[in-house]
């Protein structure tokens, strides 16, 4: 989803913290490592076949 796209592009293209990227969305850090754990898992396992 949307809010999901926009963690991934902070993280990793803007290199944004947790921190940073849970202040500028509104919601905690630990919201933003659930949902970029989740994001991660789906793309290695699309990658994996």
Do not use: H, N
Not at 27 to 44: A, F, G, H, N
């Amino acid at each position: 989803d949307a809010k999901s796209r926009q963690i991934i592009i902070l993280r990793y293209f803007k290199d944004k913290t947790q921190i940073q990227v849970a202040k500028m969305m509104g919601i905690s850090q630990v919201q933003v490592s659930r949902i970029e754990k989740k994001v991660l898992k789906i793309m290695k396992d699309r990658l994996s076949g």
